[in-house]
């Protein structure tokens, strides 16, 4: 019978599993980050595409409010206001942004498909009465944009304008001007004094040469019981919608006419540049007053800037966000765009200006 004697030097030593299992956990350790990193991409791409797609529609919407700012108005009309009384940029809530205080953009305008109306000049007063019907386009009860390019008592200047909250249109009694559609029908509507911020008793202190359905847009950011901020828009910016009585809208005055136009959005910032300063680009936080009759004053250009970003907790390889109002743990990735505008009161102002055109 033969005894079989084991080698000293069969299987692998204490060294060689040793680099086995640390080559092995290297391996491992590729494997799990590229897993993780596909994953975190699986989970952070969509929402960019979401953070850049709500970005793109808010800066639509702010640059094309921004772009008929002034149109189917008088042209030297204040029709950018200041964001708040004090000219501080910050919301009625007072949220601050990551790059600051963020603004309120507020403007009046039109959106070019609803015209003017003449006004049949017949004596100041709580209602007015228009050349023609009003088209369908004017929303009312609503604000209607009045004004007269003639100085006359109550307008030293002239150009002077008021928004009225005004009833629903009809039928004028009054039949001292021919209508333009060849019937002699007028339009008419009444602003009864005390329905809301806007209606001084006994109408306008001016006659009015002709109306226009404008709208009062404001934009401003709010944040959600969740943390996110949003994006928010009125065409009523600054209106007291009345509740009860005559032209009254409960419904409409509930909500302000206010609604999220994007998700995402935490910062917008506003700036201005009249005529005056566009030699030397100067750029101003405040719209500068418009003075009728001083081209330079006419706001030339509006530059736009919001910043978004994600609304998904916890994405990988983000910086936690500064704003003190984010849940614990939230997380974001952000982004920024900006454009410059040139409203519609400079395209049709300026060159008209005489003897020569100043806008080039």
């Given at each position: 019978?033969?005894?079989?004697?084991?080698s000293?030097?069969a299987?692998?030593?204490?060294a060689?599993l040793?680099?086995a299992?640390?080559?092995?956990?290297?391996?491992?350790?590729?494997?799990?980050?590229?897993?993780?990193?596909?994953?975190?991409?699986m989970?952070?791409?969509?929402e960019?595409?979401?953070?850049?797609?709500?970005?793109?529609?808010?800066?639509?919407?702010?640059?094309?409010?921004?772009?008929?700012?002034?149109?189917?108005?008088?042209?030297?009309?204040?029709?950018f206001?200041?964001?708040?009384?004090?000219?501080?940029s910050?919301?009625?809530?007072?949220?601050?942004?990551?790059?600051?205080?963020?603004?309120?953009?507020?403007?009046?305008?039109?959106?070019?498909?609803?015209?003017?109306?003449?006004?049949?000049?017949?004596?100041?007063?709580?209602?007015?009465?228009?050349?023609?019907?009003?088209?369908?386009?004017?929303?009312?009860?609503?604000?209607?944009?009045?004004?007269?390019?003639?100085?006359?008592?109550?307008?030293?200047?002239?150009?002077?304008?008021?928004?009225?909250?005004g009833?629903?249109?009809?039928n004028?009694?009054?039949?001292?001007?021919?209508?333009g559609?060849?019937?002699?029908?007028?339009?008419?509507?009444?602003?009864?004094?005390?329905?809301?911020?806007?209606?001084?008793?006994?109408?306008?202190?001016?006659?009015?040469?002709g109306?226009?359905?404008?709208?009062?847009?404001?934009?401003?950011?709010?944040?959600?019981?969740?943390?996110?901020p949003?994006l928010?828009r009125?065409?009523?910016?600054?209106?007291?919608?009345?509740?009860?009585?005559?032209?009254?809208?409960?419904?409409?005055?509930?909500?302000?006419?206010?609604?999220?136009?994007?998700r995402?959005?935490?910062?917008?910032q506003?700036?201005?540049?009249?005529?005056?300063?566009?030699?030397?680009?100067?750029?101003?936080?405040?719209?500068?007053?418009?003075?009728?009759?001083?081209?330079?004053?006419?706001?030339?250009q509006?530059?736009?800037s919001?910043?978004?970003?994600?609304?998904?907790?916890?994405?990988?390889?983000?910086?936690?966000?500064?704003?003190?109002?984010?849940?614990?743990?939230?997380?974001?990735?952000?982004?920024?765009?900006?454009?410059?505008?040139?409203?519609?009161?400079?395209?049709?102002?300026?060159?008209?200006?005489?003897p020569?055109?100043?806008?080039?």
């Open positions: 019978m033969t005894n079989r004697r084991i000293p030097e299987g692998f030593s204490l060689e040793t680099i299992l640390l080559i092995t956990t290297i391996i491992s350790g590729a494997i799990y980050a590229m897993m993780a990193s596909g994953q975190g991409a989970r952070r791409e969509p960019l595409s979401d953070r850049q797609q709500n970005a793109r529609m808010a800066m639509d919407l702010l640059s094309k409010d921004a772009l008929n700012a002034g149109n189917a108005v008088p042209g030297f009309m204040q029709i206001q200041p964001s708040f009384p004090d000219g501080q910050v919301n009625d809530q007072g949220v601050q942004g990551p790059n600051g205080k963020t603004d309120r953009m507020w403007l009046y305008g039109n959106d070019g498909n609803c015209p003017s109306l003449e006004v049949c000049h017949g004596g100041q007063g709580a209602s007015l009465t228009t050349r023609t019907l009003f088209p369908s386009c004017y929303s009312m009860p609503g604000p209607l944009l009045v004004w007269t390019t003639t100085a006359q008592n109550g307008c030293p200047t002239p150009t002077c304008s008021a928004i009225l909250w009833c629903e249109p009809g004028g009694a009054n039949q001292s001007c021919n209508g559609n060849g019937n002699g029908a007028n339009g008419h509507t009444n602003f009864p004094p005390g329905q809301s911020n806007l209606n001084p008793p006994g109408g306008p202190p001016f006659i009015p040469d109306v226009s359905a404008v709208g009062s847009m404001m934009y401003e950011i709010r944040y959600d019981t969740e943390g996110v949003n928010w009125t065409n009523l910016g600054g209106i007291d919608v009345p509740t009860s009585g005559q032209c009254s809208n409960p419904d409409l005055a509930n909500s302000g006419g206010w609604g999220i136009v994007a995402g959005i935490e910062d917008l506003v700036q201005y540049m009249s005529q005056g300063d566009f030699a030397s680009q100067t750029w101003t936080n405040v719209p500068p007053n418009v003075v009728a009759g001083n081209y330079d004053t006419i706001i030339r509006v530059k736009i919001i910043s978004a970003r994600t609304n998904l907790t916890k994405l990988a390889g983000e910086t936690t966000a500064t704003n003190t109002s984010m849940p614990s743990g939230r997380t974001a990735v952000r982004g920024r765009l900006q454009t410059i505008v040139t409203p519609r009161q400079a395209l049709t102002v300026l060159r008209g200006a005489s020569t055109p100043l806008y080039f």
